[in-house]
């Protein structure tokens, strides 16, 4: 007798499309580490004509910013929309990417055996659920710096790498060594909180699972 034929197996729904507003390579590596595939729409936002009173607040207000930018337009219809981004606060100023390596060097030679706090707003607009389907928040992170001397300053500097990220450091390149300790999320620090990630897309009704490739 034959067996019965096996039954045709449930056919799974596709991911939603995750659109990046971020050109930030740390984002998108964080982002496809947890098992997400996002596509990059860049916002083009003008980052310098936005003012808030505090760090906090001009992450927050930057990360909304750079969401609707890209949400309103039509190669982004139907996606949820993902920005960010990242300040450190120290002692209340905002300091973001440094203009130069001048400004890199003294930077770092002022935060050594100092503890700051990285602030990084995160936005998520749901474009294919209406104009109200949006919600944001900031994480912050309490990253404590060691003592590198000014020799490692130079040589950390003369990499490039502080010039391309929020605070002159981050934790996934060549100046982890001169951080000692972080409290909070550390992803948040690179670039974006995977936990609060998590948050604002349940908020709008999507699991973070449901992304998954």
């Known amino acids: 007798m034959n067996a019965p034929p096996n039954p045709p197996s449930a056919a799974r729904t596709p991911a939603r499309r995750l659109v990046l507003a971020s050109q930030s390579p740390a984002r998108l590596g964080l982002l496809r580490q947890a098992g997400l595939a996002p596509e990059v729409i860049v916002s083009g ?3 310098e004509s936005l003012n808030a009173p505090t760090p906090a607040a001009l992450a927050l207000l930057l990360a909304e910013a750079k969401a609707e930018a890209v949400a309103a337009r039509p190669e982004a219809a139907g996606a949820l929309v993902v920005a960010c981004d990242s300040l450190l606060d120290v002692d209340g100023a905002a300091l973001g990417k440094p203009a130069d390596a001048e400004e ?3 930077r770092w030679k002022a935060l050594r055996g100092r503890s700051a706090v990285l602030h990084t707003g995160h936005c998520v607009i749901d474009t294919a659920a209406g104009p109200g389907a949006r919600v944001a928040a900031t994480a912050s992170t309490t ?3 060691g003592h590198p001397s000014d020799e490692e300053v130079a040589a950390y500097v003369a990499t490039g790498e502080p010039l391309r990220v929020a605070g002159a450091f981050t934790l996934d390149g060549r100046s982890a060594p001169f951080v000692e300790a972080v409290e909070g999320n550390a992803g948040n620090v690179i670039g ?3 936990p609060l990630l998590r948050e604002l897309l349940a908020r709008l009704g999507v699991a973070i699972t449901d ?3």
């Open 45 to 47: 936002v003008d980052e």
């Open 104 to 106: 890199a060097t003294a």
């Open 143 to 145: 990253v404590r710096f």
């Open 192 to 194: 974006l909180s995977m």
């Open 211 to 213: 992304l998954w490739t």
